[in-house]
């Protein structure tokens, strides 16, 4: 790593640290350096699938709010199913009569009330989702470089300019 991304990341204040997403978050170029790497000589690894799942769920709920919002999808989608039952039912017990009496209507009012659920956990996890963002605290910008204009240097180097500035 340069000092400047190393110092990029001394910036992040976060206490989990998911350093293959901060690597790229801070977005400084990358070069892959190919390398050849020699068959373990002793042990097993210890990383099983069960680990690898655990590290990609780690990567997931760092740097995305996309599970959060996936709550709300699933609420819409499962209160227009019911919607769409409800319609079938309706359309069946008028054309043929009713088959099992309070079923139908149970299971729509289960439905509804279940995306009903949904959708408010989804808009909940959303606050939560910025409020998590929030609380890590990331610098909005990391500045490659910093070159003023000539207007700005010229303003700045007349007397008494600085405190005009803060003024405004």
Do not use: C
Not at 2 to 26: C, D, N, P, T, Y
Not at 41 to 49: D, I, L, R, S, V
Not at 81 to 95: D, G, N, S
């Amino acid at each position: 790593l340069s000092r400047r991304a190393v110092e990029a990341l001394g910036r992040l204040r976060e206490q989990h640290r998911f350093m293959k997403g901060l690597f790229a978050w801070i977005g400084y170029p990358q070069v892959a350096v190919p390398y050849r790497r020699e068959q373990r000589y002793a042990g097993h690894t210890k990383w099983n699938y069960w680990r690898l799942w655990n590290f990609a769920l780690e990567g997931i709920t760092s740097f995305t709010a996309a599970p959060l919002k996936l709550a709300s999808y699933l609420g819409l989608v499962t209160a227009l199913v019911a919607f769409a039952y409800a319609a079938i039912i309706v359309y069946k017990t008028l054309l043929f009569g009713e088959a099992v009496r309070g079923y139908p209507s149970l299971m729509v009012v289960v439905l509804f009330l279940g995306g009903v659920q949904l959708i408010t956990i989804g808009i909940l996890g959303e606050y939560i989702g910025r409020m998590f963002d929030e609380t890590k605290n990331r610098p909005l910008y990391l500045v490659q470089e910093y070159r003023p204009s000539d207007e700005a240097r010229a303003v700045s180097e007349v007397p008494g300019s600085a405190a005009r500035s803060q003024e405004l």
